[in-house]
């Protein structure tokens, strides 16, 4: 196994800085010949030449092949080898944990959803999602032993640099970094992120994101949270704490919110809010597909709310589900006044409910926004609602060791 590490890298060498600023420039730009390479880099042909040479031989670099030329020897392609390290992201939901591994070059080679997993705040938990990883990785035919980094997405206040969770596994009996406590548990280097952020970076790198600079992203699942997308990066704020979009006070409702304040956004607009009224009114005698599952105490995901409004055309759940994409679109038409985005990309669970929770959403924002901010955005689902979060996961950790 990988050593239980969790520190910040050291100090590069200057030719360690040069191999990764190759390795680094041919995972994200792809494979390419010497003298394209010495071009856009800036280093002389025989330094690149050198490099590679050492790359290839710590198994990081391969040839592509030849290029046919007219005249001399044929020039050779030369990229990243994607089976050199490996990157797994962990994103853990309330009704489902989903696990990924990625090769070098962004491929998901594996993934793994346990639906059977629920989520709480307990030790219990905790020590759960560390042996399904763990799991996971002795499944996968892979060397694990080139396992480079693994990313834990974690709700609420994360502190991704120095590896502190401020909402959920912050037991008071170990006052280590989750990122640690995770590292030990699992035997591989570990980091932490928000769990909307790292759904925004899968969005950026493979989604619809990829086509903005300014871009805003709604993860609409148990919980809500906003990921900001400012010149084509994720804004972070002062601390990571960035986007905790669900925690605007806007109701008098008396309502306790799982952060300890009344009136909070999401306790009207979020999946537990939808979930939370489909039970006050099947008690209160309305009907629905799940009226049995409500008065039996058994357990109902968000996923089984959307399957009841899309697939059996359950009123009461259609009608929930549209008007809290209404009410949704009223508070992003704020936002759309701060931020003036491009675009505003919906994702989360709730997002496979499909056009009867966008349409709500974009006839709120045309209604509540001003004209000039909101006339030509573009207001779009997420392209991979369940897996944008695993991805972007999996992202997060080949991004901590080799930064675009």
Known sequence: MAQNTHIRPKALTDAEAIKQTILRYCIYEGNHMIPSLAEALGYSVPTITKYIGELMAEGYFMEYGKVASQRGRKPVVYGVNPSSCFFVGVDIGRFALNIGIMNLVGEIIHSDTVDTFRFEN?????????????????????????????????????????????????????????????????????????????????????????RYRNALFVNASWGLGLGIIIGGELYYGKHGYSGEFGHINVYQNEIMCHCGKKGCLETEV??????????????????????????????????????AANHQEDTLCIELIEQTGSELGRL?????????????????????????????????????????????????????????????????????????
Request: hydrophobic share 40%; glycine share 8%; net charge neutral.
């Open 122 to 210: 307990t030790p219990a938990t905790l020590d759960e999602v560390c042996a399904q990883v763990r799991r996971v990785i002795g499944e996968v035919a892979i060397d694990t032993s080139k396992i480079a980094n693994i990313n834990v997405n974690i709700s609420g206040r994360v502190n991704a640099e120095t590896g502190y969770s401020y909402s959920i596994f912050n037991f008071e009996e170990n006052d280590a970094p989750l990122a640690q406590i995770l590292s030990d548990k699992i035997g591989y280097p570990v980091q932490i992120e928000n769990d909307t952020r790292a759904m925004t970076y899968g969005e950026l790198a493979s989604g619809n994101a990829r």
């Open 270 to 307: 979020s999946g537990s809010a939808i979930y939370r009224k489909l039970c006050e009114r099947i008690r209160n005698g309305q009907s629905s597909v799940l009226s049995e599952q409500v008065h039996h105490g058994r357990t109902i995901s968000i996923a089984d709310i959307v399957d």
């Open 332 to 404: 992003l038409a704020n936002m759309i006044n701060i931020f003036n985005p491009e675009a505003v990309i919906i994702g989360g669970t709730l997002a496979l409910a499909g056009e009867s929770f966008l349409s709500p959403i974009k006839s709120s924002i045309r209604k509540y926004s001003l004209k000039l901010m909101s006339r030509d955005i573009d207001i779009m689902l997420s392209a991979m609602p369940l897996s944008s979060g695993m991805i972007g996961a999996c992202m997060a950790a080949r991004q901590r060791l080799f930064p675009i």
